[in-house]
Nanobody
Framework: QVQLVESGGGLVQAGGSLRLSCAASGRTSSTYAMGWFRQAPGKEREFVAGINWSGGATYYADSVKGRFTISRDNAKSAVYLQMSSLKPEDTAVYYC?????????????????WGQGTQVTVSS
C-alpha cells in the first residue's frame, strides 16, 4: 500500500505562483509513474500533468502547458508541481496519484493510489 499526502495549496492572486508537493510513504517504488489531477466544483476530475518513473518524460494538459512544471525526487519519494501564471480557472482541488507502471497515462482509472487533495484557489 502507498500513502500520498499533498501540501502547498492555498489562496493566490491571478498571475501568482504556487508549488505543490506530494510525499509518498509505505510501499513506495521509484518505478511508479506519478500524476497530478484536479477537480473543480461541478466538474469531472481532469489530468493536469504526469511524469514517468525516471523523470525523463513529462506530459501536460494543454490548459497548463508552459505554465506548470512537474518534477520528482525519487530519493525523497516526492513529486512536485510548480504552478506559475495562475488563472482563476485553475481553481480546484489538486490530487497526487501513483500508478504501478512506469509510463504515464492521462486517465484517472489507471492510477492505483490517490492523495486526499489540496485546495488551490486563484482570485481574479
Amino acid at each position: 500500500q502507498v500513502q500520498l499526502v499533498e501540501s502547498g495549496g492555498g489562496l493566490v492572486q491571478a498571475g501568482g505562483s504556487l508549488r505543490l508537493s506530494c510525499a509518498a510513504s509505505g510501499r513506495t517504488s521509484s518505478t511508479y509513474a506519478m500524476g497530478w489531477f484536479r477537480q473543480a466544483p461541478g466538474k469531472e476530475r481532469e489530468f493536469v500533468a504526469g511524469i514517468n518513473w525516471s523523470g525523463g518524460a513529462t506530459y501536460y494538459a494543454d490548459s497548463v502547458k508552459g505554465r506548470f512544471t512537474i518534477s520528482r525526487d525519487n530519493a525523497k519519494s516526492a513529486v512536485y508541481l510548480q504552478m506559475s501564471s495562475l488563472k482563476p480557472e485553475d481553481t480546484a482541488v489538486y490530487y497526487c496519484a501513483a500508478r504501478q507502471f512506469r509510463a504515464v497515462v492521462t486517465v484517472s482509472p489507471a492510477y492505483d493510489y490517490w492523495g486526499q487533495g489540496t485546495q488551490v484557489t486563484v482570485s481574479s
